[in-house]
């Protein structure tokens, strides 16, 4: 349904950081860098599917209330290990990791980035 998405920054080498560290535990690298943006993608994937970015009008990038990115993660250790590499990385919690309500294998942790944005890793695989 997605071609991609983006969030807002007002440090783009303070999000190169966070999100390298965090986005690597999901399996997600760096593939595009430049002042005003940065983009992820999966393995094997060519085309970035997360963009970080200066807003284009240049005015400060602020956070949607309600908003958030859900990431696929494999295991449920991926997403011990994105909530435990955000908040080494500047992030702050929104979520510790763990089951949730809405359904039986729905494992989930919630930070937000640097600059407010909301994100969450997601595993619904039993283990």
Sequence with gaps: MFLYITLGSNDITRSRGFYDAVLLTLGY???????EEIGYASEGDTRCRLWVV?????????IGN???VALN??????????????????GTD???????????????????????????AVCERPE
Excluded: I, W
């Design 29 to 35: 690298q760096c593939l595009r860098e430049s002042d």
């Design 54 to 62: 200066k807003p284009y009008d240049q005015r400060a990038a602020t």
């Design 66 to 68: 309600g908003s958030m």
């Design 73 to 90: 993660a494999e295991s449920r250790a991926a997403v011990d290990a994105f909530h435990a590499a955000a908040l080494a990385s500047g």
């Design 94 to 120: 929104a979520g510790k990791p763990g089951l949730r309500s809405f359904h039986a294998n729905f494992y989930a942790a919630y930070v937000r980035d640097p600059d407010g944005n909301k994100l969450s």
